[in-house]
Structures are given as C-alpha cells and as structure tokens.
C-alpha cells in the first residue's frame, strides 16, 4: 500500500523563478494538504485542497497556489520565488476533511539560490 | 488563534533511560484533537498518536505513553527505556473541529529534538 508520494525530492530554484511541486495521496485518501517546513521549525499549513477545490488556507500570500486534479493527486506552485522560500514542502493526505489521521510524504526539499 | 508550545528544544538522554517531552496547547475550540508525530532525519512524519479533546484518558502503546491533561492543557508524550532509534524530532500538534470552526489544518509546535546515546 503506497503512501503519500512527492516530487521531486530535492530542487534548487534561483530567486524570482516558479516551482511546481507535486503529490500523489494515499490510496483511499482524498484531502490534500501542503505545509511548509523551514530548518528547526514545525510545519506550516499552507492550505488543503477537497473536491479538487482549496478548502481553507493559511497565511501565505498569493504567490502560493494549488492544484488538485481529479485523481486526488495535488500540485503546490510558488511563483516569484525569494530566499526565503527555501523549505521542506510536505504533503499530507487524509479521508475527508475531519482530523481522522493524516500521512505525510517524504516532502520535498527546495532550495532558492 | 491556536499555539502549541513546545518548551524543551533538545533533549539529550542514554539508552534506557526514560523520557518525557512536553507539549502544552491554547484553543478556543470545544472540539479538537491532538496528535505527535515523529520526524526522523528522512523528513517523513511519522503519525504516533491522535486524541480528542472528549477522551483523557491516557494511553500505553509499548515503549511509548501519553498524558493528557484538559485541566492544564497538556498532552506529553513519555519515552519509556528509550533507545538509539527513538533518536528524531518529535511534533506535537493540534486540530480543531470542523463543526466548531476550527478547521481541520494541523497547528504544530516547534519541535523537541531527542538525541538517544548509547
């Protein structure tokens, strides 16, 4: 049984380019979410995408948009990229929207040059 | 707005000792829950456990244990005769509920590093 897939694994960006990051869900899992982890700090929630819609969003500026296609599969882009970008970008899926359980890929580690 | 917090930044212990990390929360919520996960040096978080804010009952699960505390908003996690694999970063985070608004985002502390040495 696949859990959550990302990729790529590693990337590096220089500043003010786009980044398209992506998410294959658990099977049987239909939400979801992306968080942005920078080094020695916890995650943040960046927003979570249902029904191929984002459901709600946390405090990250337009720059940060999302994608979830039909398949439940997912794609985080961030344009004008800034140094401050530089993160682990996890993916979490879950079944619907309550707060069941969520498992979390191996996330995506972006680095802006 | 919820927070959790995460006091102890690193904890360094020898093997089979036991260990307590803490984790103290705020919300408005009625309804929520609360999780750990474990983040080994592979970057993947590791789901520990999930409790609701109805349920304080503590738990035992092997080596690991759980306290949770309504009246004092706590929910530590003990480590019992820790190992060198028990060595990673451990988040505690919280959710809200939906019916009540809170949303269903996971809100995470900052993180406890444990260093297990033989």
């Known amino acids: 049984d696949a859990g959550v897939t990302q990729s790529p694994t590693h990337l590096i960006k220089t500043r003010g380019q786009q980044v398209t990051l992506r998410c294959s869900p658990k099977?049987?899992?239909?939400?979801v979410s992306w968080y942005q982890q920078a080094l020695g700090q916890g995650p943040q929630f960046i927003f979570q995408?249902?029904?191929?819609?984002?459901?709600q969003r946390g405090n990250f500026p337009d720059r940060f948009s999302g994608h979830q296609f039909p398949n439940y599969s997912s794609e985080l882009n961030v344009n004008a990229l800034l140094l401050g970008d530089s993160a682990l970008y996890l993916c979490?899926?879950?079944?619907?929207?309550?707060?069941?359980?969520?498992?979390f890929g191996s996330g995506t580690r972006l680095t802006v040059v | 707005a919820q927070k959790v917090t995460q006091a102890q930044t690193e904890i360094s212990v020898v093997e089979k000792e036991d260990v307590t990390l803490d984790c103290v929360y705020e919300?408005?919520?009625?309804?929520?829950?609360l999780f750990w996960y474990k983040q080994p040096p592979s970057g993947e978080l590791v789901f520990l456990i999930r409790?609701?804010?109805?349920?304080?009952q503590n738990e035992i699960s092997g080596r690991y244990s759980w306290n949770f505390q309504k009246s004092t908003s706590s929910f530590n996690f003990t480590i019992t005769a820790s190992q060198v694999v028990d060595s990673a970063v451990y988040f505690c985070?919280?959710?809200?509920?939906?019916?009540?608004?809170?949303?269903?985002?996971?809100?995470f502390g900052t993180g406890t590093q444990l260093k297990v040495e033989l």
């Open positions: 979490a899926s879950s079944s619907g929207q309550g707060s069941y359980g969520y498992t």
């Open positions: 099977s049987g899992h239909d939400t």
């Open positions: 995408y249902y029904e191929e819609e984002e459901r």
């Open positions: 919300t408005r919520d009625t309804t929520y829950y």
């Open positions: 409790r609701n804010s109805f349920d304080e």
């Open positions: 985070a919280l959710s809200g509920g939906i019916l009540t608004g809170g949303g269903n985002k996971l809100t």
